[in-house]
Protein backbone atom coordinates (compact mmCIF):
# COMPACT_ATOMS: atom_id res chain seq x y z
CA UNK A 1 0.00 0.00 0.00
CA UNK A 2 1.50 3.41 -1.39
CA UNK A 3 1.70 6.22 1.79
CA UNK A 4 0.45 9.64 0.99
CA UNK A 5 3.04 12.44 0.86
CA UNK A 6 2.01 16.20 2.40
CA UNK A 7 3.93 18.88 2.40
CA UNK A 8 4.90 20.56 5.76
CA UNK A 9 6.98 22.81 7.95
CA UNK A 10 8.66 22.81 11.04
CA UNK A 11 11.48 22.46 13.36
CA UNK A 12 14.29 20.37 13.27
CA UNK A 13 14.39 19.04 17.23
CA UNK A 14 16.58 16.12 16.59
CA UNK A 15 19.70 15.08 15.15
CA UNK A 16 22.19 12.29 14.96
CA UNK A 17 25.86 12.04 13.36
CA UNK A 18 24.91 8.94 11.81
CA UNK A 19 22.29 10.57 9.27
CA UNK A 20 19.34 10.48 11.30
CA UNK A 21 16.84 13.67 12.90
CA UNK A 22 13.64 14.02 14.01
CA UNK A 23 11.03 17.33 13.19
CA UNK A 24 8.49 18.44 14.77
CA UNK A 25 5.54 19.88 12.49
CA UNK A 26 3.95 23.51 12.67
CA UNK A 27 0.58 21.55 12.22
CA UNK A 28 0.20 17.67 12.87
CA UNK A 29 -0.25 15.65 9.49
CA UNK A 30 -3.10 13.27 9.90
CA UNK A 31 -2.18 11.30 13.23
CA UNK A 32 1.62 12.56 12.88
CA UNK A 33 2.93 15.37 14.76
CA UNK A 34 6.71 14.46 14.12
CA UNK A 35 8.40 12.72 11.07
CA UNK A 36 11.85 11.63 10.90
CA UNK A 37 14.46 11.88 8.18
CA UNK A 38 17.55 9.49 7.49
CA UNK A 39 19.36 7.97 5.43
CA UNK A 40 18.05 4.39 6.00
CA UNK A 41 14.36 5.39 4.26
CA UNK A 42 16.18 7.16 1.63
CA UNK A 43 15.39 10.39 2.65
CA UNK A 44 16.68 13.69 0.67
CA UNK A 45 18.32 16.08 3.03
CA UNK A 46 21.23 18.28 2.55
CA UNK A 47 22.58 16.54 6.10
CA UNK A 48 25.81 18.97 5.99
CA UNK A 49 23.71 22.10 6.52
CA UNK A 50 20.57 21.08 8.70
CA UNK A 51 21.25 22.52 12.27
CA UNK A 52 18.78 21.75 15.65
CA UNK A 53 16.61 24.46 15.93
CA UNK A 54 16.78 24.97 12.11
CA UNK A 55 12.69 25.77 9.95
CA UNK A 56 12.10 23.67 7.19
CA UNK A 57 9.97 22.23 4.95
CA UNK A 58 9.60 19.21 2.68
CA UNK A 59 7.31 16.40 2.06
CA UNK A 60 6.43 13.29 4.28
CA UNK A 61 4.89 10.11 3.67
CA UNK A 62 2.15 10.34 6.16
CA UNK A 63 0.58 6.79 7.97
CA UNK A 64 -1.66 6.03 11.36
CA UNK A 65 1.78 5.69 13.33
CA UNK A 66 3.11 8.01 15.33
CA UNK A 67 5.94 9.20 12.85
CA UNK A 68 6.13 10.50 9.46
CA UNK A 69 8.87 9.61 7.09
CA UNK A 70 10.68 12.64 5.77
CA UNK A 71 10.91 11.96 2.02
CA UNK A 72 12.63 15.44 1.14
CA UNK A 73 13.57 18.52 3.91
CA UNK A 74 14.44 22.01 2.00
CA UNK A 75 16.23 24.50 4.26
CA UNK A 76 13.97 27.91 4.93
Known sequence: MEQEQKRFSGT???????GFGIVEFDQR???NTHGVFSTTIGSSVPFRQ?????????LAEVSDRDLAAVKMLELD
Not at 12 to 18: A, G, K, L, S
Not at 50 to 58: D, N, P, Y
Request: charged share 20%.
Open 29 to 31: LGA
Open 12 to 18: IVRIEPD
Open 50 to 58: VKLGMHVSG
